[in-house]
């Protein structure tokens, strides 16, 4: 799956963000979202880009994929199970 | 094989290498072992590795400075603690330039509020236990100090606090994401990425120099401090090592990664000092003061809170700084002041002897079973965070 062509459902904005809360936000935004919507999770913390495809791929939910933009954060695409 | 092909099959090897080594994140269990074996290469060198000591240093000066403390404190760069935590920060410097990920990072306001609260906590609660989530935990534990196990629970209780905070906050007080104007255009007109292993380059050429200018006046042991700090630094930034983990994830994600790295960590960490302690290479009581139970406990609960609000322990605020993180530099800074003023209120209103006293592991449980007990009861803590895992029983939402 091409990942510029993935429309997401909702979109999280964590940039500015450190450890703990993009995953913190990412894990509760998933809760209020119904089974095979798709997230789409913005942030510019480097720890994200384990925490993020590492969590999520867990727990029913599927990782779809990441990435960078020219500005600097990274994109992120997880689909709820 | 002609020698154009071959510089240029040795420049691809190379440059294939720096990649692993630099700009791919080396696994959190690496790391694991390799910081239980710089901590006892410190104890072999010097004395068992710490943190709050230094941050301790930091703020006596600037509260010497301000005229609020009368007693001259140690320079920072003839204090053993300080220099390695001034190591660690160069090395996670060093590190985040070698894989250009080197940049100011601003956070909202209220994440700054919390980095300073949760310094100014962590400062108290490391005043209170003896140590930091390092001295106070890590190495108290390794150096066979029974206090150590104490803030460990303590820590456990203060995470599960905290991330109750970071829930409530969630549902009351969202957070505006910090506007990002487009494009990070060049700065001073110069391409970062390209200069940034240039300067770490350079980095590394001047850690070494100090080395052999403390060694020219006498100070070698000094200057092996901030060389091992500068190795856990970079250590620590590669694998992004983060104690914190180790406590929050079972209550937050369920993860047991980080536990398991703790407690094998933990293991070889231990193992080395008891070889090291009951062979008499050094005295076996060298690093055993944490005042069990209260003191650690009790110093623990409130680190924990602290850490989970700042989002780093005392060594991930430093590698964190050298990344480029400001929220860590506000966690530095009330860590340090807090750290020394509550230091100085413990012993002006003499509480020391209240908290509890330096219980050293074997002299209560003799060598023989120390030993054992030590192994079975970090493997059982590894093995219920991974039934915690498969269970999420201890996770809160």
């Known amino acids: ?81 | 094989m002609a020698a154009g092909s071959l510089i240029a099959s040795v420049k691809e090897e190379a440059r294939k290498n720096y990649i692993a080594v630099f700009e791919q994140d080396w696994p959190s269990w690496l790391a694991g072992i390799f910081i239980a074996l710089l901590a006892l290469m410190i104890f072999l060198w010097d004395a068992p590795w710490g943190i709050a000591g230094g941050y301790k240093n930091w703020g006596n000066w600037v509260l010497y400075s301000l005229g609020i403390f009368k007693d001259k404190p140690f320079a920072p760069w003839l204090h053993p603690m300080s220099l390695s935590n001034f190591g660690i920060f160069v090395g996670a410097f060093f590190s985040a330039m070698m894989s250009r990920q080197f940049k100011i990072r601003q956070a909202p306001p209220l994440e700054y509020a919390k980095g300073i609260v949760g310094g100014i906590l962590m400062g108290i609660g490391a005043a209170f236990a003896g140590g930091c989530n390092v001295g106070g935990f890590f190495t108290a534990t390794g150096m066979l100090s029974l206090g150590g196990i104490a803030m460990m629970v303590g820590l456990g209780g203060g995470a599960w606090i905290g991330l109750k905070y970071l829930l409530w906050e969630l549902e009351h007080l969202p957070a505006k994401p910090l506007s990002k104007k487009d494009g990070s255009g060049p700065f001073l007109g110069i391409n970062w990425d390209r200069v940034q292993p240039y300067i770490g380059t350079g980095v590394v050429v001047a850690v070494v120099a100090a080395f052999y200018a403390y060694a020219t006046i006498d100070k070698t042991v000094l200057g092996g401090l901030l060389f091992f700090g500068f190795l856990i630094g970079l250590v620590m930034h590669r694998a992004r090592f983060c104690f914190v983990r180790a406590f929050r994830c079972p209550f937050m994600t369920g993860e047991a990664e980080m536990v398991k790295v703790v407690a094998m960590s933990l293991i070889i960490y231990g193992m080395g000092s008891a070889i090291i302690k009951w062979a008499w290479i050094k005295d076996p009581m060298m690093g055993v003061y944490h005042p069990f139970f209260l003191g650690s406990l009790v110093g623990g609960l409130i680190f924990g809170v602290g850490m989970i609000l700042a989002g780093g322990c005392a060594s991930s605020t430093l590698w964190r700084i050298g990344e480029g993180h400001l929220k860590l530099v506000m966690t530095m800074i009330g860590f340090a002041l807090s750290n020394a003023l509550t230091a100085r209120a413990i012993e002006a209103l003499n509480l020391s002897d209240r908290l509890g006293k330096g219980i050293f592991m074997p002299e209560v449980f003799t060598w023989e079973v120390t030993i054992p007990l030590f192994i079975i009861f970090f493997v059982m803590w590894a093995f219920i965070a991974i039934w915690n895992e498969a269970s999420e029983k201890f996770v809160i939402f």
Do not use: H
Request: positive net charge; glycine residues 14%.
């Open chain 1, 1 to 81: 799956m091409d990942i510029n062509t993935i429309k997401a459902d909702q979109t999280l904005d964590t940039r500015g963000l450190a450890c703990p809360m993009p995953l913190l936000k990412t894990k509760k935004t998933l809760k209020g979202m119904q089974s095979s919507q798709i997230l789409e999770v913005l942030g510019d913390d480097p720890g994200s880009k384990n925490d993020i495809p590492g969590w999520s791929g867990k727990g029913g939910n599927e990782f779809l994929g990441m990435t960078d933009t020219d500005q600097g954060y990274t994109r992120y695409f997880i689909k709820k199970g």
